[in-house]
Structures are given as structure tokens and as C-alpha cells.
């Protein structure tokens, strides 16, 4: 018990106290060194044991896979009198965890003791599939699944694990083109590709591209909503935020921190910033979300850039969290847009004496004297 639940110091006690400790008990031990990723006590406990059965070579051989240790695993795994199908899935996952993304000698050797087992189940496939998909091998991804004896609904699932992994890689890369095809090379396609793509696209500022996906997504959910409302939110775009938004609170899809936040930085595009200041007490009341700091600092940068600075340093003051630079900041900004140098250089002191240490700071204050 108290290995499963993280406590290796009490698992120790407790073993401690058994005067004459039966497999059960060493095995029990071992299990708790090796899931908590104690290596050394997990194999110090696999070396004393009197007697050991395919539990505890399981236990040490997985203790090492799951740390990429793939020369110590395959050493125990040779040890081994009796193998199961959990031995082989853990040699193939060390193999597969080793070495870097472009690292075909682990490729070949998770493939030779993949190719090697007796009998497979989908953690097998899964763990191939995906060393394949972290190494950019998609050719090979697909030359796996298509020998898949029976495509289930589990082995599908480890195959859109793979292509999620390698797709969403090249996405956040900022490659989107490439992005794109792998998306549309995709065997099957589930939400978590679908908003993949959709962030990708709206990450990199492309809007109207994001629309277009988020148009043809069958199926939606608040992570869609929200990627799609913060890239026109992102673009300047506030007439189609508003529009987005209030379609997402009709469809029932409860709004949450990151939806205000850009349905804040619309209304700013717009002009409305007292609407977006009343947004800080709507969001509460209307539909249980509370509002952070960075709601305040989005309305206070509106009423900033808007002329109404007096307004932005009192909210700034006053609201519930402590201000930091950035806050200040775009009061000092705001304050040398509207040539209000008081209003500058008391932002610029706020922030200065907020960190001392950053010159950033410093720059600002001499900007707000020098205006």
C-alpha cells in the first residue's frame, strides 16, 4: 500500500519490521524502489532477495525501461528464466525511450525484440508505434499498423497516440505546412488532432486559416472554442470575438479563464473598455469563473491605451493581486502614447522598485523622464 502511494520511506519501515520477509514481502519492497524510480535501492532489494519470481524480474527490468536505461534492461531481460509478454513490452519500451529522436541503432533493436515476442498486446504496439512517431518515422508508423492482426479500438487509439505525438511536434515547431500534410496523411483522425491543428494554426497567428478549421471540425469542445476566439483575439479581430464567444454560450459551452481573457483583449480591440471592465464582475456572477490577474491587467491596458489612465492605475492599485512589471509597464507605455509623463514616470517607479535588479525597469523610468 504505501508503495503505491509514493511513501518508499514507510514501505522500507514496514518491511523492516518482518522478522522473516517472504517473496510477497521482498516483492512488495521491490515494487515500491522500482515505480518511485529509486534504481539503486530497487536493485540493491532485487540482489538480496532469496528466491525471485517473474514479478520481481518485471518489476527491475520495467524499473529500468521506464528510465531509458536500455543496456542495464536488456542485461536482466538475457537474466531472465521465464519471460512473459510484460517482459517483452518493457524491453521494447527501453529501447524505444534510449537515445535521441534520431537514434536508429535503438530503433532497430526495440524493432528486433519487438519482432522477437511470441505474443503482443497493444502496449507492445503502442510502445513501436510511438518510438517510431518521436523519431519522425511515419513511413514505418504506417508499415506497423497495417500488420496489425486486428485494429481495434484499442490499437487504433495507440495509433492516433503515435501521429498525435509526431503531428503535434511539427505544429508547435511552427511548420505548419508540413503540419498540414501529416494531418491530412493521418489513418484517423480524433478531436485531440483536430485541435492540434486548430491550435497550431491560431498560434502562429493565422485566423482566418483557424476559422476554416474550426468550421469544419465536426465535433468541438472548449479547448476548439477557445483557440479559435484567441487567435482573432491575438489579430485585432474583436467584431468576430464577440461573435465567437456569444456562439460558444449559446452551443453550452461553459466559458472559462482563457475565454474571458480574450473576450477582454476583443473589447479593447473594439474601444469597449468599460464593457470589458464590467466583464470582471459578469465573469463572476454570470457564470462562476473568477477573474486573475491577468483580466485586471488586460481591462487596465485598455484604459490605458484608451486615455483614461487615471482609471488604469487605480485598478491596477486596487485590484485583488499583487501588480507586477508587466502591469506597470503598459502604464508606461500608455502614459508616453498620451504624452501623460506624471502618469509614466510613477508607473516606471512602481515597476523599478518592484525588482531593482532588472535594467529593463530602468529603461522605462529614463524613457518616462526623458518624454
Not at 534520431?102 to 522477437?116: H, N, Q
Not at 512517431?133 to 487504433?156: I, K, N, S, W, Y
Not at 495507440?158 to 508547435?172: I, K, M, P, Y
Request: aromatic content about 8%; some cysteine; proline content about 3%.
Amino acid at each position: 500500500m504505501y508503495g503505491k502511494c509514493g511513501s518508499v520511506h514507510d514501505a522500507h519501515a514496514s518491511f523492516s519490521q518482518i522478522k522473516n520477509p517472504n517473496l510477497f514481502s521482498w516483492s512488495t519492497l521491490l515494487v515500491a524502489f522500482a515505480q518511485n524510480g529509486y534504481l539503486e535501492e530497487a536493485k540493491g532489494a532485487f540482489d538480496r532477495m532469496p528466491q525471485r519470481d517473474v514479478v520481481a524480474w518485471n518489476s527491475i527490468l520495467g524499473a529500468y525501461a521506464q528510465n531509458g536505461q536500455s543496456l542495464e534492461a536488456e542485461r536482466f531481460y538475457e537474466r531472465m528464466p521465464g519471460r512473459d509478454v510484460i517482459s517483452a513490452n518493457s524491453i521494447v519500451s527501453a529501447f524505444a525511450r534510449s537515445g535521441d529522436p534520431a537514434g536508429a541503432g535503438d530503433l532497430e533493436a526495440a524493432r528486433e525484440a519487438f519482432d522477437a515476442m511470441g505474443e503482443r498486446n497493444a502496449v507492445a504496439w503502442n510502445a513501436l508505434l510511438t518510438a517510431y512517431a518521436d523519431a519522425a518515422r511515419m513511413d514505418a508508423v504506417g508499415e506497423v499498423f497495417a500488420r496489425m492482426p486486428q485494429r481495434d479500438t484499442v490499437l487504433h487509439t495507440a495509433l492516433l497516440v503515435a501521429w498525435n505525438s509526431f503531428f503535434t511536434a511539427s505544429a508547435q515547431s511552427g511548420h505548419l505546412d508540413h503540419a498540414k500534410e501529416l494531418f491530412d496523411a493521418m489513418p484517423g483522425k480524433n478531436l485531440v488532432s483536430w485541435n492540434a491543428l486548430l491550435a497550431a494554426f491560431a498560434r502562429n497567428g493565422h485566423a482566418h486559416d483557424a476559422r476554416l478549421i474550426f468550421d469544419s471540425m465536426e465535433e468541438r469542445n472548449r479547448v476548439s472554442w477557445n483557440a479559435v476566439i484567441a487567435a482573432h483575439a491575438h489579430s485585432g479581430h474583436g467584431e468576430e470575438v464577440l461573435g465567437l464567444f456569444r456562439a460558444m454560450v449559446l452551443e453550452g459551452v461553459d466559458p472559462d479563464e482563457a475565454s474571458f481573457a480574450s473576450l477582454m483583449l476583443g473589447f479593447n480591440h473594439l474601444g469597449m473598455v468599460g464593457v470589458s471592465r464590467e466583464h470582471l464582475v459578469a465573469m463572476r456572477e454570470d457564470f462562476g469563473v473568477a477573474p486573475g490577474r491577468d483580466h485586471y491587467c488586460c481591462v487596465a491596458d485598455g484604459l490605458g491605451k484608451s486615455g483614461r489612465l487615471g482609471e488604469a492605475e487605480e485598478l491596477i492599485r486596487t485590484m485583488p493581486f499583487s501588480a507586477d512589471g508587466l502591469a506597470w509597464g503598459s502604464l508606461v507605455a500608455a502614459g508616453l502614447i498620451c504624452l501623460e509623463t506624471e502618469y509614466a514616470t510613477r508607473a516606471a517607479q512602481q515597476a523599478v522598485d518592484l525588482d531593482p535588479r532588472d535594467s529593463g525597469n530602468f529603461v522605462l523610468l529614463s524613457n518616462a523622464h526623458a518624454s
